[in-house]
T-cell receptor, first 113, second 112 residues
Framework: DAGVIQSPRHEVTEMGQEVTLRCKPISGHNSLFWYRQTMMRGLELLIYFNNNVPIDDSGMPEDRFSAKMPNASFSTLKIQPSEPRDSAVYFC???????????FGSGTQLSVL | DQQVKQNSPSLSVQEGRISILNCDYTNSMFDYFLWYKKYPAEGPTFLISISSIKDKNEDGRFTVFLNKSAKHLSLHIVPSQPGDSAVYFCAASASGTYKYIFGTGTRLKVLA
């Protein structure tokens, strides 16, 4: 299995631009999570989906952030407009009901200038 | 409000000695706990877990201890090896949810 696949690995953009991060979960996993890693807050949960349905988006910092999961094999996290304080590493993770553990992708390093 | 806290940002240990990483939580509904290890430029990888019905779980050189009354868990690595140098995250979840709350991480450096 290829594991959780995230793209791009690195994204550099200018303030005000739209940013879209992509994730392909492990086949057969029915839960998907978006996390953001910062020095101050560690791994911060932004949103998670169960069977493609958003269950808890209370961690999404502002309306500038949105996430979708149109099908079981694809999810996006969009920031519009982006700001310098959004600079962080964004991780996607997936899991299945029986495993009780998360499998993470390699992350997207986002830099907003 | 941080529901899962790792108060030591970093720890240095000599090779062959014991590494002890600590984690505290505030939510009494948490009943399942995990430790993840993260190398630079990689995603976190699962290391070991423990359910609240136990107070200890062991896997090779790694042991996790849970003290429910103190809302505290710790990860012991014995003996520590240079390859164990990484950032370690503690995570917690409550029954009936799939929400995993992570701490801020502890950077472990094992000196050869």
């Amino acid at each position: 299995d290829a594991g959780v696949i995230q793209s791009p690995r690195h994204e550099v953009t200018e303030m005000g631009q739209e940013v879209t991060l992509r994730c392909k979960p492990i086949s057969g996993h029915n839960s998907l999570f978006w996390y953001r890693q910062t020095m101050m807050r560690g791994l911060e949960l932004l949103i998670y989906f169960n069977n493609n349905v958003p269950i808890d988006d209370s961690g999404m910092p502002e309306d500038r952030f949105s996430a979708k999961m149109p099908n079981a094999s694809f999810s996006t996290l969009k920031i519009q407009p982006s700001e310098p304080r959004d600079s962080a590493v964004y991780f996607c993770a997936s899991s299945s009901l029986g495993t009780k553990k998360l499998f993470f992708g390699s992350g997207t390093q986002l830099s907003v200038l | 409000d941080q529901q899962v806290k790792q108060n030591s940002p970093s720890l240095s240990v000599q090779e062959g000695r014991i590494s002890i990483l600590n984690c505290d939580y505030t939510n009494s509904m948490f009943d399942y706990f995990l430790w993840y290890k993260k190398y630079p430029a990689e995603g976190p990888t699962f290391l070991i877990s423990i359910s609240s019905i136990k107070d200890k779980n062991e896997d090779g050189r790694f042991t996790v201890f849970l003290n429910k009354s103190a809302k505290h868990l710790s990860l012991h690595i014995v003996p520590s090896q240079p390859g164990d140098s990484a950032v370690y995250f503690c995570a917690a979840s409550a029954s009936g949810t799939y929400k995993y709350i992570f701490g801020t991480g502890t950077r472990l450096k094992v000196l050869a």
